[in-house]
């Protein structure tokens, strides 16, 4: 009892130690749940949408455009049409996912060596990865975000509410009625991180029109100099929005399952504390990002050694030949590389069948890692924007969020007794 009251004081006194609660609340079964279902879908989505082998590689396949382009990208176009027709195709989903792969684990690394310059580095790679994405395998990208971004608005959505009801109120609503929050809110989650865009591309719009003024003979070129400083007046609008926008869209979905608001309301409050409290939210991100990449390490190390003992324990009494069977069909796990080669190193079709039955258990446990991630971002940006709402509007944390639905439940239901208790009073009377 004096430990809890001791720790209440002290998150009291240190309320950035409230972000240390972000691994508990990621963990949740019911956030985990939803996150893996969110992956499922996005990685089914993207399985299916690669059968379109659509990226160009050279004949054994280990370089690609992607790769090509992230070294020099005027090269690829080059590059493609030399390889076309005697190279490999793939697909842009498990190039992306490859690529990612790898700068996030580069991204965890800097960060928990304090090279936070390349942390910013690797997360910069990732988006010029994107941007190829959209320049060389333009439709593909426009359908297969418009998939995760719906995917995550939803998922998301059910996390922050979960989140949102916990941390507040030390309420736990089921699977069923976050998911209902969040596509009743769909559109306000939807429109929350596009609204920004569609401002910046609407304002830059204008600026393009002042600049076709040049076109007009004579007149045209004294316009555009005359209109130049409207041009300048625009652009750092555009500047400021982008700028709020990169910096507070992390609190966007927090804020739509807190409050219920829609997406300007909770576009205007992130932008108001980003911008009322610039390097609070930057000393809780940074934290949050050095604990998150501290917890993943840890969630990674046990699935490693969940996985090593597990096959210790299945190896235990092998040798001969049944040792090499047990080899091909599932390698020796590193901590770098979970799933293996075991589709790779197999020789018959039985051999095969049973390294794709392994291999499909170990994708859920890789599966099980990214939901990890995905609850942790939402779980601990929850907790951010409580704190800083907390901090900026004086509003107590337990007042932020909403009444729980569990709470209108019972109210409803206390109601209806009362109700019933009336009539049966009136018909004994």
């Known amino acids: 009892m004096a430990d809890a ?28 749940i939803i996150a893996f279902l969110a992956v499922a879908v ?23 455009e992607l790769s090509v382009y992230m070294q020099e990208p005027s090269a690829v176009a080059e590059f493609i049409e030399l390889n076309k027709d005697n190279g490999q195709s793939v697909g842009v989903f498990s190039t992306m996912w490859r690529h990612a792969a790898k700068q996030f684990e580069k991204t965890v690394d800097s960060v928990l060596n304090g090279r936070f310059g390349s942390a910013v580095e690797g997360v910069a790679d990732y988006f010029n990865a994107v941007g190829w994405s959209f320049k060389y395998h333009f439709w593909y990208s426009i359908i297969f975000a418009a998939i995760k971004l719906v995917v995550v608005c939803v998922a998301g959505g059910a996390i922050c509410r979960i989140s949102a009801l916990q941390f ?22 939807l429109a929350a991180p596009l609204a920004p865009i569609a401002i910046s591309i609407v304002l ?23 209109f130049f400083a409207l041009a300048l007046i625009i652009g750092i609008v555009i500047t400021i929005v982008l700028i709020l926008a990169g910096a507070g869209f992390n609190l966007m979905f927090p804020a739509l399952a807190y409050d219920g608001l829609d997406c300007f309301d909770a576009i205007s409050r992130s932008f108001n504390y980003v911008y009322s409290r610039p390097w609070r939210m930057v000393l809780y991100t940074a934290l949050a990002a050095v ?24 190896g ?19 901590f770098q590389n979970l799933s293996g080669t075991a589709l790779e190193a197999t ?3 039985t051999e095969w069948f049973a390294a794709l039955i392994i291999h499909a258990f170990i994708l859920i446990i890789l599966g099980l890692i990214v ?15 409580a704190l800083l709402r907390n901090k900026v509007d004086n509003t107590p944390i337990d007042e932020i969020c909403q009444a729980p639905v569990s709470s209108e439940i019972s109210t409803t239901d206390a109601q209806e007794k009362d109700s019933q208790s009336e009539s049966q009073g009136n018909d004994t009377d």
């Open 204 to 226: 830059g719009f204008c600026i393009f029109l002042l600049g076709l003024f040049v076109y007009i003979p004579y007149a045209g070129e004294i316009l555009v100099a005359l």
């Open 371 to 385: 939901a990890f991630i995905m609850s942790f971002y939402f779980s601990a940006n929850t907790i951010i924007y």
């Open 291 to 314: 604990y998150g990449a501290i917890c993943y390490i840890f969630v990674r190390f046990f699935a490693f050694l969940l996985l090593l003992v597990t096959r210790f324990s299945l």
């Open 168 to 189: 507040a109120h030390g309420e736990k609503p089921g699977i069923s009625e976050a998911l209902k929050y969040s596509t009743k809110k769909f559109v306000s989650f």
């Open 5 to 32: 009251q001791t720790e209440i004081q002290l998150c009291d006194k240190f309320p950035f130690t409230k972000i240390f609660q972000s691994f508990r609340m990621a963990i949740h079964p019911s956030k985990m």
């Open 316 to 334: 235990l009494g092998l040798f001969g030949k049944g040792e090499q069977k047990f080899e091909a069909i599932w390698p020796e796990p590193y």
């Open 347 to 349: 020789s018959s079709g």
């Open 42 to 64: 996005i990685s089914a989505c993207g399985v299916l949408m690669d059968l379109t082998r659509s990226v160009v590689t050279t004949a054994g396949g280990k370089v690609t």
